[in-house]
């Protein structure tokens, strides 16, 4: 079965921090990940995505993110948080085959002036 | 603006009473997706759609949900006999295509349905 883990509900920063929100996958064969991020009454927006190569990806609004097939992580991450960073951030996989994209459940990061 | 719509943006229905949404993906691309969405959720996939191909389907989708895409270009999911249950978003992606299937998805702005 395919699907990614998002540890934290909730993660909490202070302002010009830096900022790591969380996620897992379990995937057969070589997966493709991805984050989004949803701001209050907005769609699902795309940030950025690994599908091979550099395991560190640069992505939309300064974030970035690191693959680690090791520990089968894909931790977003920002160097500097802005109050304006606070949103639901979820995590999400596509096996090698099928169609079907696999979401995690969300993590609200709130950014502390 | 991801240049995806979707209508109507709210539903309030009665249990039991059929629901239509709709979906106009970005023209170009030929890939369409219907995801769900309940509060603390992330989105669950529902069906998906190449052109007017309905390729795939969750087991989520039970047989009173049903999708369409005519000449494979904007989709309607039609819930029928409609139970409390089914109140949640319902999300319409885009998928901008990439070789290999490492497709970006862009989604709409979603429909909420409230079952009364």
């Known amino acids: 079965a395919q699907s990614v883990a998002q540890p934290e509900d909730q993660v909490n920063v202070a302002e010009g921090n830096p900022l790591t929100v969380k996620c897992t996958y379990s995937?057969?064969?070589?997966?493709?990940l991805f984050w989004y991020v949803q701001y209050p009454n907005r769609g699902l927006q795309f940030l950025l995505k690994?599908?091979?190569?550099?395991?560190l990806v640069k992505g939309s609004y300064g974030f970035e993110a690191e693959f680690n097939k090791s520990q089968t992580s894909f931790h977003l991450k920002k160097p500097s948080a802005l109050v304006s960073d606070s949103a639901l951030y979820f995590c999400a996989v596509r096996g090698f085959t099928g169609n079907q994209f696999y979401f995690g459940t969300g993590t609200s990061l709130t950014v502390i002036p | 603006d991801t240049g995806v719509s979707q209508d109507p943006r709210h539903k309030i229905t009665k249990r039991g009473q059929n629901v239509t949404f709709r979906c106009d993906p970005i023209s170009e691309h030929n890939r369409l997706y219907w995801y769900r969405q309940t509060l603390g959720q992330g989105p669950e996939f529902l069906t998906y759609?190449?052109?007017?191909?309905?390729?795939?389907k969750s087991r989520l989708l039970s047989d009173r949900f049903s999708a369409e895409r005519p000449k494979g270009s904007f989709s309607t999911l039609e819930i029928q006999r409609t139970e409390q249950g089914d109140s949640a978003m319902y999300l319409c992606a885009s998928p901008r295509p990439h070789r290999g299937g490492a497709d970006e998805q862009f989604f709409g702005p979603g429909t909420r349905l409230t079952v009364l």
């Open positions: 995937v057969s064969g070589n997966p493709y």
């Open positions: 690994y599908i091979t190569g550099d395991n």
């Open positions: 759609f190449q052109n007017e191909a309905q390729l795939e």
